[in-house]
């Protein structure tokens, strides 16, 4: 079974609509992050969590917002999807040490908002 | 805003050749850099990580670090056809609180 867990896999979804995005982990890392990724621009932060009740925001956490429900689970929600939040999004997590260390991504979920 | 540059692509090298990538970052205090690999349509994969100045070795990989040029590369020795995928650079914010990731290097190598 993956470490970590996305879902869904595919989603089309309409302008305006609230729609939320799963991720969980079997690593047992106490750090999660979501990324999306647009053709060209690499992986841009949206928000991460060092824990349960530590939630930052990332470089373009507009539009959307997370809710950390226990250690193995962060979800991504937009309260009113619209058409440039169409992208390919990535849950990871990393382990808690000094230093950064590895993230680990999920299969990804990719959005389509018309 | 911290920056990480990437040396624009496509990268087009044939079969067996040495595959170089370069990456610079703009972040003095970061400490940590990774190397990941993405095939189309699927999630990053880490290739490499290194945190000291100098060579590190796995394979026919080889990460480079130079903090004082606030440089990064990736070399792959003996290029295969399998290699070819977009590669990602990554460097810690220096509180190791995130990653920045550079917008990628498409490799192709040609068989």
């Not at chain 1, 989603?11 to 647009?38: A, F, P, V």
């Not at chain 1, 917002?65 to 999807?81: G, I, N």
């Not at chain 2, 003996?78 to 810690?92: E, G, I, K, M, R």
Request: hydrophobic share 30%; proline share 4%.
């Amino acid at each position: 079974d993956a470490d970590v867990t996305q879902t869904p896999r595919n989603r089309i979804t309409k302008t305006g609509k609230r729609i939320m995005l799963e991720c969980s982990q079997t690593k047992g890392h106490d750090r999660m992050y979501w990324y999306r990724q647009d053709p060209g621009l690499g992986l841009r932060l949206i928000y991460y969590s060092f824990d349960v009740k530590d939630i930052n925001k990332g470089e373009i956490s507009d539009g959307y917002s997370v809710s950390r429900q226990a250690q193995a689970k962060f979800s991504l929600s937009l309260e009113s999807a619209i058409p440039n939040q169409t992208a390919l999004y990535f849950c990871a997590t990393s382990g808690s040490g000094e230093a950064q260390e590895t993230q680990y991504f999920g299969p990804g979920t990719r959005l389509l908002v018309l | 805003q911290k920056e990480v540059e990437q040396n624009s692509g496509p990268l087009s090298v044939p079969e067996g050749a040495i595959a170089s990538l370069n990456c610079t970052y703009s972040d003095r205090g970061s400490q940590s850099f990774f190397w990941y690999r993405q095939y189309s349509g699927k999630s990053p994969e880490l290739i490499m990580s290194i945190y000291s100045n100098g060579d590190k070795e796995d394979g026919r990989f080889t990460a480079q670090l130079n903090k004082a040029s606030q440089y990064v590369s990736l070399l792959i020795r003996d290029s295969q056809p399998s290699d070819s995928a977009t590669y990602l650079c990554a460097v810690d914010s220096g509180s190791a609180r995130q990653l920045t990731f550079g917008s990628g290097t498409q490799l192709t190598v040609l068989p």
